[in-house]
């Protein structure tokens, strides 16, 4: 693993959203208010701010008490689904399925 770390915590909204980088996969944390991990994702090169805004209410997969995230670009999408695993495995998120 190397020395990248999650971005700055931003509100999950349109115009944090749209901030988003799309060049390379991400993998992202969903926050609730106390800025507690409640979901941890993966997107798609050229995905990720479609993906996020998935979770918005109103979207079709919305996280229920999801008010922030936090984003890590990765170099493959390999590397972000094992980033995800580890990073589930380790805080055991309320929305993930284990």
Same mark, same amino acid.
């Given at each position: 693993?190397?020395? #990248?770390?999650?971005?700055?915590?931003?509100?999950?909204?349109?115009?944090? %959203?749209?901030?988003?980088?799309?060049?390379?996969?991400?993998?992202?944390?969903?926050?609730?208010?106390?800025?507690?991990? %409640?979901?941890?994702?993966? &997107? #798609?090169?050229?995905?990720?701010?479609?993906?996020?805004?998935?979770?918005?209410?109103?979207?079709?997969?919305? %996280?229920?008490? &999801?008010?922030?995230?936090?984003?890590?670009?990765?170099?493959? %999408?390999?590397?972000?689904?094992?980033?995800? #695993?580890?990073?589930?495995?380790?805080?055991?998120? #309320?929305?993930?399925?284990?």
């Amino acid at each position: 693993m190397g020395a #990248k770390r999650f971005s700055p915590t931003r509100r999950l909204g349109k115009t944090d %959203i749209s901030n988003v980088p799309t060049g390379k996969p991400i993998v992202y944390r969903l926050l609730n208010k106390g800025g507690d991990n %409640i979901y941890t994702g993966t &997107a #798609k090169r050229q995905r990720s701010q479609e993906r996020l805004q998935e979770h918005m209410p109103g979207g079709p997969d919305p %996280i229920p008490g &999801a008010s922030s995230f936090q984003v890590k670009q990765m170099e493959s %999408i390999k590397k972000t689904q094992q980033e995800e #695993k580890r990073i589930i495995e380790k805080e055991k998120p #309320k929305h993930n399925k284990t």
